[in-house]
């Protein structure tokens, strides 16, 4: 079994910054491939960004591409993203999502085996 914790969730006004991270406890860490989404009230949840086991490459939706950045530390068993020039749209609960044992990036929201409990992002304008 796979445990996910999102933290750094929060406050800011438009135009700030906030980091999230996500911590993994339960299997190999390094071995995932992992994600962030996001959703509003009566709105499905959306993909953010994806990042390989490895770190090597990453993805970004349209929406946030350019001001956020998504980043591992696997000796922390930790995913991370940062999220600079924050609009009052990005505001939401964020998830993470983990796929173990993937070697590719991972898009689609189906496709992840183990979800963590979200943390809200609030952007004042």
């Known amino acids: 079994q796979v445990q996910l914790v999102e933290s750094g969730g929060g406050l800011v006004q438009a135009g700030g910054s906030l980091r999230l991270s996500c911590a993994a406890s339960?299997?190999?860490?390094?071995?995932?491939?992992m994600g962030w989404f996001r959703q509003t009230p009566g709105k499905e949840r959306e993909f953010v960004a994806a990042?390989?086991?490895?770190?090597?490459?990453?993805y970004y939706a349209s929406s946030v591409k350019g001001r956020f950045t998504i980043s591992r530390d696997n000796a922390k068993n930790t995913v991370y993203l940062q999220m600079n020039s924050l609009k009052p749209e990005d505001t939401a609960v964020y998830y993470c999502?983990?796929?173990?044992?993937?070697?590719?990036?991972?898009?689609?929201?189906?496709?992840?085996?183990?979800w963590g409990q979200g943390t809200q992002v609030t952007v004042s304008s």
């Open positions: 999502a983990a796929k173990p044992a993937s070697l590719s990036l991972v898009i689609q929201q189906y496709d992840y085996d183990y």
């Open positions: 339960g299997r190999t860490f390094s071995s995932f491939a």
């Open positions: 990042i390989t086991w490895s770190g090597g490459s990453a």
